[in-house]
């Protein structure tokens, strides 16, 4: 079972920011958070990665509050090419297995 | 750097016959990961390859999925004899041995049993 909650779906306008937040009630201390997004008929990239507070790269923003029960993805000023499928996933460090959950669907219209 | 690239994108076979679907990792990738979604469905792990050691191998649904990966380089699922439920994208993943748990996806395989 995924260890995670998001959205199933959300909507928004080119140029807004978007904002996604999942659910991970029993994180575990080892446990990272990690975003993949995926675009139909592709595989599933990474996006970004955080244990606690803030990471900021290029594409996103990943905000972890202190308890770390949840994590919100920040999408700046989104455009119709960031359309795709949105996982948020808990992991540790060794190597295992990725557990998927529905992810978000993000559509993103003009 | 190349990404994973998985051969073929499309399979379409008869249920009955055996298909094999290739993944070439990223170079210098110990790891290496299978995974597949069925439609309607999530993504689903189904092994582990650490070079070509198989390190975990709890998601391969029965003895008619046999995935080797000899000289720890690229790997193969083979599906024999194909069902229609085995019907599903297959995707291939890999990572480095000390990474933080980042994955490289392919492509994926769509396989179409009949």
């Not at chain 1, 507070?53 to 700046?76: G, H, M, Y």
């Not at chain 2, 391969?60 to 085995?86: C, H, I, W």
């Not at chain 2, 041995?97 to 396989?111: D, E, H, M, N």
Request: proline share 4%; net charge neutral.
């Amino acid at each position: 079972l995924a260890k995670t909650t998001q959205p199933i779906s959300m909507d928004s306008y080119e140029g807004q920011e978007v904002n996604i937040t999942c659910s991970h009630n029993n994180i575990a201390t080892n446990d990272y958070i990690t975003w993949y997004q995926q675009f139909p008929s592709q595989g599933p990239r990474f996006i970004i990665q955080g244990y606690k507070t803030k990471v900021t790269n290029e594409v996103a923003s990943l905000f972890i509050p202190a308890d770390r029960k949840s994590s919100t993805l920040s999408l700046p000023r989104v455009s119709l090419s960031d359309t795709a499928v949105y996982y948020c996933l808990v992991e540790d460090q060794a190597g295992t297995a990725l557990i998927f959950g529905k992810g978000t669907t993000l559509s993103v219209s003009s | 750097e190349a990404g994973v690239t998985q051969f073929p994108s499309h399979s379409v076979i008869e249920k009955g016959q055996t298909v094999t679907l290739r993944c070439d990792p990223i170079s210098g990738h110990d790891n290496l990961y299978w995974y597949r979604r069925v439609m309607g469905k999530e993504i689903k792990f189904l092994l582990h390859f650490v070079k070509e050691s198989k390190q975990d191998e709890s998601g391969m649904p029965n003895n008619r999925f046999l995935a080797e990966r000899t000289g720890g380089t690229y790997s193969t699922l083979k599906v024999q004899p194909a069902e229609l439920e085995d019907s599903g994208v297959y995707f291939c993943a890999s990572s480095q041995g000390i990474s933080q748990g980042v994955q490289y996806f392919g492509p994926g395989t769509r396989l179409t049993v009949l």
